[in-house]
C-alpha cells in the first residue's frame, strides 16, 4: 500500500512538473493579437516564386514574426522549366493544405506525391523537394515557423 501512494506521489510529481514547464514556455511567448483576414482578390501578390501569387493571411504581424500563414494560387499553366527547381526551406515547422486543384510534388528520400484539395502535409526542416505538376486553379495554404525564412536553391 506505502508502495502504491509513492508511486502515485512520483506521478503527481512529474505531472506538475511538466505543467509547470509547460507555463513557464506560456509566460515566455509573444503576445499574439487578434487579427484576421477575408478573401479578396487585390490581396493576391507576386512573392517567393514568380510561378505563384500570395495572400498574406495576417499572422505574421499577429504573432510577432513567430508564424507565417499565406494562401498561394499556384499561376497556370505549369512549366517545368521554371517550376521544378530542386530547393529546401530552412525553417523549424512547414505545413500545406491544398484548398483547391492538385499538386504533385518529389521530397528527398520520400518520393514523389500528388495532393489534392483536402490534402494535407508537413515537410521537415530542410527536406529537399521540387514541384512536378500542379492543376491550373490549385491553391495551397501554407503555415510556416519562423515567419522570416530562408529559400535555398539547389543546382
Not at 484576421?36 to 510577432?64: N, V, W
Not at 512547414?94 to 484539395?117: D, N
Request: with cysteine; glycine share 6%.
Amino acid at each position: 500500500m506505502a508502495k502504491r501512494k509513492a508511486k502515485a506521489k512520483v506521478k503527481k510529481s512529474k505531472a506538475k512538473t511538466k505543467k509547470n514547464k509547460v507555463a513557464a514556455k506560456r509566460a515566455k511567448a509573444k503576445t499574439h493579437k487578434f487579427t484576421f483576414s477575408h478573401p479578396r482578390e487585390e490581396d493576391f501578390e507576386q512573392g517567393l516564386r514568380s510561378y505563384a501569387k500570395y495572400r498574406d493571411l495576417g499572422i505574421a504581424e499577429a504573432t510577432e514574426g513567430m508564424v507565417r500563414a499565406h494562401v498561394i494560387r499556384m499561376i497556370p499553366p505549369f512549366q517545368p522549366e521554371e517550376v521544378s527547381t530542386l530547393h529546401y526551406h530552412d525553417v523549424d515547422f512547414q505545413m500545406v493544405y491544398v484548398l483547391k486543384g492538385w499538386m504533385t510534388t518529389e521530397f528527398e528520400g520520400e518520393g514523389a506525391h500528388t495532393f489534392y484539395a483536402g490534402s494535407c502535409w508537413i515537410q521537415p526542416p530542410k527536406i529537399k523537394h521540387t514541384v512536378l505538376g500542379y492543376s491550373d486553379d490549385c491553391e495551397l495554404l501554407e503555415i510556416i515557423l519562423p515567419a522570416d525564412f530562408e529559400t535555398v536553391t539547389l543546382s
